[in-house]
């Protein structure tokens, strides 16, 4: 009961995080924290395929376009310029 | 005068056979597109900055007042709803009763989500195969190199960096993805194979294989993965799986529809070959989404599988 | 077995069929022929289906799977849907067919397979969404839609379109959000997805007067949601835009038939699972029949302020959304006639309109001004026409389709004296404002350059295909203006059998 | 009100989520912050349609091989199947949106939505008097 609230919680934090971030990759950081806290969520909720789905795809696959778009709009401090 | 007095020039030069025409019209139209796309950068820069401070602030206070209303109605609405995580709430009705307690009977598959969505109610599941379909259609269209998409200064950068990870040998990603890579795919297929029995499915275990595929691809280079995943094996991998997936459904919905026995087996709940149709779905949509990760991530990075 | 009653599973298969097929396929023609032989395909099959349905007077379901209605998936068809589907399949038909040669030079020759699969599977999951029986069902495929039509406007791949894009897309998915929440809300309440089962208990709880406040907020978020991706009037920014900068049959298809296709789904969630009554007591059908008249104002009175032509017939989409929505909004029966009545009328006369406009565009001076557009119509003489036939269709002139939905209209609006009042007025005054815009471009396409010395410039190269889709569309058009008694017969039973 | 922040909880988080994520999506200029609050809004119905499948003491849907499956054992599996297609349609969505944001980047080299409209407006205006 206290886990749910301090998870449901996290998710309006980070929510609220991605609008006030500076950096792109602070958002995009955020919003895979918010995923993943999600797929836990799933898993409270009893629903293991949504958790494996989530954690897959929110956490990996989205992340890692949301990355690659960053990198190729130059939003990524250190790797060149 | 003086930007005459430019031609004038040029053209002596170019009958001087100094220079040829093509080049000097080719550098003006570079050097023209530059300064272009160097203004619009700039007046972009300054739009945003101008628009910033003046027009959004207010717009901004009135939608935030409309959202916060809307948001408030929403919550009233909702609070009249049904408590959360009752028995008696109407959503677990006779719908639900019969997907649980027949479910393995009917469908064959112990994991009685996975019956559901590739049974009961397969028509969305087939639906959401073609709205991914689509969608690497359309970053195809979009993304795939062809004279409207070339950018040399961006060609330019992803050479350089290849140079870069090629030169440093990036040798900690490398063997750790030589290690992880394998143990990846094969947590995708198990995930794929047992969709019927645990939680999982084709889906989810595509997204991982794609993302297996992923990570060996930055270990080490596109080049590699085309050795055995080009875009012609792409295209007919993908479509050839969407077809055996259109015609499996095809097959149940026409003898479903008219009410024809299916001859497909069901077998033995809780073995691997067991679930009738599900199996073989499972398989072709963990095909097709692994294809497709890898190929909106190659389109994103390289404009190319 | 009865082989009609596959028909509605069939020819949603087959286009998505062929959307995956056509991958395989190299040559950018091909292809096309393929989209237009699926098409052709399933207009002959919904033919059938129409004259089953219409001569049985019999609304059928079809299981999709082994599994009956509150357990699996149905398509349910009747002689409306059939009509529409036939609709849907010759205006998809004719706008690619017109449109062939500026698809052939807006799009890249390596994309143009992309293109048709693109069309093969916005064509697949419109007939879903006016098949299906299913709410979940139709979310998906309203997503399907939604990807697809955006995709229809990037194709051209210029700089605008690309941001014509973006802002249809952000609005198009406000709107699928808020529909996607409007359907989980109705299942915490209900506990059902498909038509029927939601129908019955949604009586129930409406009888038992539990939980009225929610199927108000219910209704609203739908039906918001609907309007934003159907651009009626005040969400119909992303319109003009999008026109403007996408390809001739992209713009022909998104106006006349994807437009459409949300509103067929809106008039079918109104019938199937709540009823006409329930709209009405809401006061949800006054908010429709008010914001159907403002955008009709309001879309004459921008189009008459534009240059450009194509934006100005997106304005006049606005306009004519507004009049299928103050159809709507009057909440009886012969309200909903006469908005079906308008659909079908606007889809056959924007997609000429379009195609024709292109199609001058192509042989003018290849801008869209109207000034540019000067004597394209000497150049092409069927286009000069089909322009004017198109128009006269929008406005309303008599023998023209658009007349018969206006009729029908003013004639459903005597449901109310203040609702009779307002919409006779606005409608004139919309007729008058249509008018007005469509004048000065058709003054410009027919007056020679140069005055007097009859120097009209050469004739443009004729295209069979264009001028082939265009008579089609003129016959179709006159076909509806004067035997429009036909189709109110079955509009009638349609409505009756989906009630 | 109160008593249904606690009884609902999960809904009464789901819709605030949704009200963050609808005024990202409607106010953010920044196009990646725009289609992050898209993915949000978009997850947060989910949360509420999972929250109506959940009940209290029950496992997730799956039955052992040979027992007997009884409703009074598992949650609802309806709402599960139903985000499971939800959230490959959200994917695929970003994805395409993302796509469209590179290809506005190399044309337009900004993020910002208000700009490019800015500029759209100006290029028309240009063409108009030339």
């Known amino acids: ?81 | 005068m003086k930007n005459d007095a430019g031609k004038w020039e040029k053209f002596f030069k170019w009958i001087n056979g100094e220079t040829t025409l093509d080049s000097v019209i080719l550098a003006k139209s570079r050097r023209k597109r530059f300064l272009k796309r160097k203004l619009r950068q700039q007046k972009a820069q300054i739009m945003a900055n101008k628009l910033k401070r003046s027009k959004r602030k207010i717009e901004n206070v009135i939608c935030l007042i409309v959202a916060a209303i809307f948001i408030g109605i929403l919550l009233y609405t909702a609070s009249g709803l049904p408590i959360c995580g009752r028995w008696e709430n109407p959503a677990n009705n006779e719908v639900t009763k019969r997907y649980i307690e027949k479910g393995v009977e009917e469908t064959g598959a112990v994991n009685l989500v996975s019956g559901m969505i590739l049974d009961y109610r397969a028509f969305d599941t087939f639906g959401e195969s073609c709205v991914l379909f689509t969608a690497v259609i359309c970053v195809a269209i979009l993304l795939k190199r062809d004279k409207n998409n070339t950018d040399i200064t961006e060609d330019t950068e992803t050479a350089e960096d290849d140079a870069i990870s090629n030169a440093d040998g990036n040798l900690i990603l490398k063997l750790s993805a030589k290690i992880v890579t394998p143990f990846i795919l094969l947590y995708g297929i198990y995930v794929i194979l047992n969709g019927h029995l645990s939680p999982g499915g084709g889906f989810s275990g595509g997204a991982i294989i794609g993302a297996g595929l992923i990570l060996y691809t930055t270990a080490f280079g596109q080049e590699s993965t085309r050795r055995f995943f080009t875009y012609e094996t792409f295209k007919k991998i993908s479509s050839g799986c969407l077809l055996v997936y259109c015609f499996s459904k095809g097959y149940s919905f026409f003898t479903g529809g008219n009410h024809l026995e299916s001859m497909i087996p069901l077998g033995k709940p809780g073995n691997i070959l067991s679930g009738g149709l599900i199996l073989p779905l499972n398989i072709c949509v963990g095909i097709i989404v692994a294809c497709t990760m890898y190929g909106i991530y190659s389109f994103f990075t390289k404009g190319d599988i | 077995m009865n082989l009609i009653l596959n028909i509605p599973f069939f020819s949603i298969f087959l286009a998505m069929f062929g959307g995956i097929v056509t991958v395989l396929i190299k040559k950018g023609d091909n292809a096309r022929r393929l989209h237009m032989t699926i098409t052709s395909i399933t207009a002959v099959l919904s033919f059938i289906l129409l004259l089953y349905t219409y001569y049985g007077r019999q609304r059928f379901t079809f299981m999709m799977g082994h599994f009956p209605a509150p357990w699996g998936n149905e398509l349910k068809a009747g002689p409306l849907e059939a009509m529409f589907a036939l609709l849907f399949s010759v205006v998809m038909f004719l706008s690619i067919g017109g449109g062939k040669l500026l698809i052939k030079k807006d799009v890249l020759p390596e994309k143009q397979g992309f293109y048709f699969i693109i069309m093969n599977m916005i064509f697949g999951s419109m007939l879903a969404l006016i098949y299906t029986n299913d709410l979940f069902t139709a979310y998906v495929f309203i997503e399907i839609n939604t990807i697809c039509s955006c995709a229809l406007i990037m194709a051209k791949d210029s700089g605008n379109s690309i941001i014509a894009t973006i802002h249809y897309l952000i609005m198009s998915l406000l709107g699928s959000g808020f529909i996607l929440f409007s359907i989980a809300l109705l299942y915490s309440i209900t506990g059902q997805l498909l038509m029927p089962q939601l129908k019955e208990s949604v009586t129930l709880l409406l009888q038992s007067g539990r939980y009225n406040f929610q199927l108000t907020i219910i209704v609203a978020l739908f039906t918001i949601g609907i309007a934003i991706k159907s651009a009626l009037f005040p969400f119909h920014t992303m319109l003009p835009g999008a026109y403007d900068s996408a390809n001739t049959s992209s713009s022909a298809v998104l106006s006349g038939l994807v437009l459409k296709s949300y509103i067929i789904l809106l008039i079918k969630v109104y019938y199937c699972v709540f009823t006409i009554d329930m709209i009405r007591s809401m006061r949800i059908s006054n908010l429709l029949f008010f914001l159907g008249l403002c955008g009709m104002v309001a879309g004459s009175l921008m189009a008459l302020k534009e240059r450009r032509i194509k934006r100005e017939l997106a304005y006049s989409s606005v306009a004519q959304i507004g009049y299928i929505y103050m159809g709507i909004g009057l909440g009886s029966d012969l309200g909903i006639e006469a908005a079906v009545l308008h659909i079908i009328a606007h889809a056959l006369a924007k997609s000429l309109l379009f195609i024709v406009v292109g199609r001058m565009k192509d042989v003018s001076l290849s801008q869209d001004y109207n000034h540019c557009l000067k004597c394209a119509a000497h150049k092409d003489p069927v286009a000069g026409i089909g322009f004017l036939v198109g128009t006269f269709s929008i406005i309303g002139v008599p023998l023209f389709a658009g007349f018969a939905s206006k009729l029908y209209l003013s004639i459903a609006s005597f449901i109310s004296p203040v609702k009779m009042a307002a919409a006779l007025i606005i409608i004139a005054a919309s007729m008058i404002l249509n008018a007005m815009y469509f004048i000065p471009p058709t003054v410009d396409i027919w007056s020679p350059v140069h005055v007097g010395d009859g120097n009209y410039g050469p004739r443009a190269k004729m295209s069979k295909s264009f001028v082939m889709a265009c008579v089609a569309f003129i016959a179709i058009n006159f076909f509806v203006g004067i035997n429009y008694k036909y189709i109110v017969h079955i509009v009638e039973l349609g409505i009756q059998l989906m009630g | 009100m109160l008593k249904f922040l606690t009884e609902n909880h999960y809904e009464a988080g789901a819709i605030i989520l949704f009200g963050i994520g609808f005024l990202n999506l409607l106010l953010q200029d920044n196009l990646i912050k725009k289609f992050i609050g898209l993915n949000i809004m978009d997850t947060a119905v989910y949360l509420f349609l999972v929250a109506q499948g959940y009940i209290v003491g029950h496992t997730a849907p799956i039955a052992q091989a040979g027992e007997a499956a009884l409703a009074t054992k598992f949650v609802n599996p309806i709402p599960s199947g139903l985000v499971l297609t939800g959230i490959v349609v959200s994917v695929s969505v970003t994805a395409f949106s993302l796509a469209l944001v590179l290809r506005l980047y190399k044309k337009y080299k900004t993020l910002s939505l208000d700009a490019v409209l800015e500029l759209l407006k100006e290029d028309k205006e240009d063409e108009s008097n030339p």
């Open chain 1, 1 to 81: 009961m206290i886990l749910d609230y301090v998870l449901l919680g996290f998710l309006i934090i980070c929510a609220i995080g991605t609008t006030y971030a500076k950096r792109l990759l602070d958002t995009v950081i955020i919003f895979m924290a918010y995923s993943s806290v999600m797929a836990v969520i799933w898993a409270l909720l009893e629903s293991p395929d949504l958790a494996i789905t989530e954690a897959a795809v929110g956490a990996g696959v989205t992340g890692i376009l949301f990355f690659v778009t960053l990198k190729k709009v130059h939003a990524l401090k250190g790797t060149r310029d």
